[in-house]
Every structure is written in C-alpha cells, then in structure tokens.
C-alpha cells in the first residue's frame, strides 16, 4: 500500500468513532443542517452540514474569509445544497459576510491571521472560534481564495514567480511529521496528485495549478504569517491535511475561477473517499423579484427594484424577505442612513427620504426608494407608487480594473494604478426605464475617434495611454471626472484617481 493509503487507512480508523459521536447528535445519515449565527447583522454566519448516506470522512470547506476574493465563496456556495452518498461536507461560505459586503480583504484585519490566541474578544474572534471547533471535527480542510498572479518556483516576471499564490494549491509542508504523536502527513504527495488531476480538465497552460509549498513550519520560511492562519491551525493543531486553494485574480471570469475550484474540490472528494453528486455553477446575474416590508407591525406591502415605497414621516418599517430570482445565500439588503450594511428583520422608525439596497455579497442588485408621502397614508392606501417623471439618479458605475469588478457609487473615488485597464460596463440609476438614455463619459478619453458621442461604455480605457490633460481635475493629469448624464443633464459622477504602481499585497 502506498505511503497515501497508508495515511487514509490511519485516517479513517482514528476518526470514525469520533465523526461518529459528533455528527449523530447534528444530522441523520443522508441528511443535512444549516446553522446560522449572528443572524440579520453585517456578519451574518451560516454552517452547512451534508451528512452522505454512508459514513466516511469529513471535509471542510471555508469561502469569504477575505471579502475581494469571490472565486472563494462562490465555488463554496456551489457545496453548500450537495448531496453525498459517502462522508460528510462541513461547508462555510462566507467566513467574513461584512468584508463581502464591502468587497474589502478585511476592514478590520485579515481574518485568516486570526487563528493564533488572540486576546481581543469581538464578533471576528468569536467566528474564528466557531470554525475552530468546526475544524476540530473534520479529517482535511480546504480554505478557498484568489490570490495575485501566477505561482511559478522561478521568477519570470513580477506576476510570476514564487512570491505570487494564483492557481496553486498551498500547503505549510511537503511532509508534516507530528512533534507530538509523531503522524506523518504527506502534504506535497497529495497536493501533487490533485493538481495532476484536475490539470487535465484545464487546457490553459498558463492556467495549470501548481504544489506551493510555503514551508511555513521551518524557520526559514518565506511566509512566516501563515502561522496566523487556518491552515496552520488546523494542520499544527489537530493533524488533519490543510490545503489553501488559490485561483487567480488575474483570470477576469468568476465562472472560470469557480470551474477551477470545483475540479480541485472534486479531486480533493475523490482521493479522501467522499463521493458527491456534482453541484452546478450558477453565475447568472442576481434577479431581485420583490422586497416583503412590514410597515407599523400590520401591513405587508412587496416592492419590486426601481419603486417607491410611500410612507409617513415616524413610520416603523422591517424588511422582512427578499425573495430573489436565482440566488438564496449572501443577500443583504441596506436601509441607508440607517443600521449597518444588513438591515434584514430589524425595526426603524423613518423620519426622512431615503432608499433600500439590495445587495448580492458585494454586488448591488437593486433598489427601493423609501418616500415620505405629502399627505396621511392609512392602512388599505396604495404604499407603491409610480415612479415620478424626474430625472434619474446615478446610484454606483460598475468598471472593471484590469477585470477585476468594483462597484462605485456616485460621489465616490476608484484608485486606480497607472498602467491598469479601465472599462465601465454598467451604470445603475435609481430609475431603470431612462437607462437607455445614458451616456458615460469618461473625461479625457475619446472611444471612437471617428464619431465621438461621448459614450464610453464597454470601451477599454489604458491609464498610461492619451489621456487628454485638460479634462483632469486641476489639469495634473492625477484625477479624471466619469459623467454620467440623462437626456443632456448631468445625474452622477465618480472621480478616477491615478496613483503610482504599488508592490502588491500578497497573503
């Protein structure tokens, strides 16, 4: 038997008793339970158990602990409806809801260097204290990410080279001994024959994962803050195989990043026992149908994207429900000026216009103005009202940064490096039925030379380039106005900052 069914046969004997004991008083066989805590805040926390039909081992997946990588928890999403015939999932999609929302790594630190005692005891410390416990019961853990660049063993460029984690999968040994119990755990030989198997569904050279090993238990390691992270935790702490699975953020597609993870993932089941049924992709745009709003404890009303929703001033409203087309994990939906950036099930008293906005993780999906009517609403009186004959309002530009997504509100800066690619893709305004009578002017860049409209959507916009001094702020040729106008008036704008190329954040 080789020295990896050795490992799995050691494996399996040691911890089914244990499985056992812990995941009867959870689930049935074939059955599954989903845990939710912090319920209707900004860290909103669900655990998916998948209990297959026949026992083996237990694997867990963690998505979103860095909120701007989505290849990560959307391929965990993907896990978390599976069903199993052999073994167990432990799926957490959204380690970090709050940095999703705000499409940040982590407004307040890096989660995944949290994992080492920490002294502070705030809502970050206590999920990484639920997922302690949850890796406490599990035989492999795989954390997703996206990481910058291309992993190469040799330095090419600066997106290739050792320093860079896209498309690898990364472990903190090749060969693991225990000081304690003396287990061996043969990380490499394992990451190796994944990445082999998965590699053949990959036709993309350029594409192709990699073993990374970080080395992390040596003292010479590159990468001494991995001893702060899940990985190392569960790999030091309770002897289980620990692998990060890292797409590249260079690959624009979220689509292709989740296919990736899923032939890793699935090659990750196979060589531990576990046997899915295989789930599917779904990245289709998020589709709002309608918000369920309570108003004053005895009225429902249902709001679709772009309405108006009619109150009086002091009313007391609490989303109740938002039912979505295509998605049932990561919405939130913001009262803005009020509460946190997920207002869901909580009560407030309105006291002055304002709007709702649906959001899909970091995506802003939709949005529901929130009127003070000129006159007494009562019970029984139209809440919804018709959009009124106005101008519309920009609410947030969707551009692509060398394709990575970033949503932009009106008002609001983008740093951007010299040298990126710029394009602006959408433009969401608060009334839909005028979207095609906007123009997105990108001040300073001509799209078509031959016939300048001043629309600049879908066109690629270099920052090195010929950009036209004159049309920057100041005329530095640092800061250039986007305008977005409607039937000739101007309805929102976002300010392009350039800034000069910085070292890149690695994890």
């Not at 799995?8 to 056992?20: A, E, H, I, K, T």
């Not at 260079?250 to 296919?259: A, D, L, Q, V």
């Not at 029984?380 to 920009?394: K, Q």
């Not at 106005?481 to 994890?507: F, H, M, N, W, Y």
Request: neutral net charge; hydrophobic residues 35%; glycine residues 8%.
């Amino acid at each position: 038997m080789s020295a990896m069914g050795n490992f799995l046969s050691r494996l399996f004997l040691v911890s089914s008793v244990s499985l056992w004991l812990c995941l009867t008083t959870a689930a049935l066989r074939g059955e599954s339970v989903h845990k939710t805590y912090f319920e209707n805040t900004d860290y909103e926390l669900h655990v998916y158990e998948i209990r297959g039909n026949e026992p083996g081992p237990t694997m867990m997946i963690i998505g979103g602990i860095q909120g701007n990588e989505p290849g990560g928890y959307l391929s965990a999403d993907l896990y978390a409806d599976i069903s199993l015939q052999i073994g167990n999932l432990l799926v957490v999609p959204r380690a970090n809801f709050y940095a999703i929302l705000l499409n940040q790594r982590g407004p307040n630190g890096d989660m995944n260097r949290k994992f080492a005692n920490q002294r502070a005891y705030d809502t970050e410390t206590r999920i990484v204290a639920i997922l302690k416990e949850l890796i406490s019961r599990s035989d492999v853990l795989l954390n997703l990410h996206d990481g910058t660049g291309f992993f190469r063993e040799k330095h090419i460029d600066n997106f290739r080279n050792p320093m860079r984690f896209g498309q690898s999968i990364i472990a903190d040994a090749d060969i693991y001994v225990s000081p304690t119990s003396g287990k061996t755990i043969y990380l490499g030989e394992i990451a190796r024959k994944i990445c082999a198997e998965a590699n053949k569904h990959i036709p993309e050279k350029e594409y192709k994962f990699r073993f990374n090993n970080h080395n992390t238990i040596s003292t010479y390691t590159l990468h001494p803050e991995q001893r702060l992270s899940a990985t190392y935790y569960s790999l030091t702490n309770h002897e289980i195989p620990s692998f990060g699975i890292e797409s590249s953020k260079e690959i624009p597609s979220n689509k292709t990043k989740m296919r990736h993870k899923t032939l890793v993932i699935n090659s990750f089941m196979k060589e531990f026992g576990i046997v899915p049924e295989n789930p599917k992709v779904l990245v289709d745009n998020p589709q709002l149908n309608h918000l369920i709003v309570l108003i004053n404890g005895t009225e429902r009303v249902a709001v679709k994207n772009g309405e108006t929703l009619l109150l009086n001033r002091g009313d007391r409203v609490i989303i109740e429900h938002i039912d979505m087309e295509n998605y049932k994990r990561g919405l939130a939906a913001d009262i803005i000026g009020w509460g946190g950036m997920n207002d869901l099930g909580k009560p407030f008293t309105i006291n002055f216009p304002t709007r709702i906005i649906v959001r899909k993780d970091s995506y802003k999906c939709a949005s529901v103005k929130l009127s003070l009517s000129r006159k007494e609403m009562i019970a029984g009186d139209p809440r919804v009202a018709e959009l009124a004959l106005r101008m519309p309002n920009l609410e947030f530009l969707t551009i692509l940064v060398d394709g990575e997504r970033h949503e932009v509100s009106s008002g609001d800066t983008l740093g951007v490096q010299v040298g990126q690619v710029l394009e602006i893709i959408e433009a969401v305004i608060d009334q839909p039925s005028f979207g095609k009578s906007l123009i997105v002017n990108f001040k300073g860049f001509v799209g078509d030379k031959t016939n300048n409209t001043g629309q600049d959507l879908g066109y690629k916009i270099p920052t090195d380039g010929d950009l036209m001094l004159k049309y920057s702020l100041n005329g530095r040729g640092r800061a250039y106005p986007i305008v977005v106008s409607c039937l000739g008036k101007d309805i929102g704008k976002v300010i392009v900052r350039l800034v000069e190329p910085q070292a890149l954040i690695t994890k």
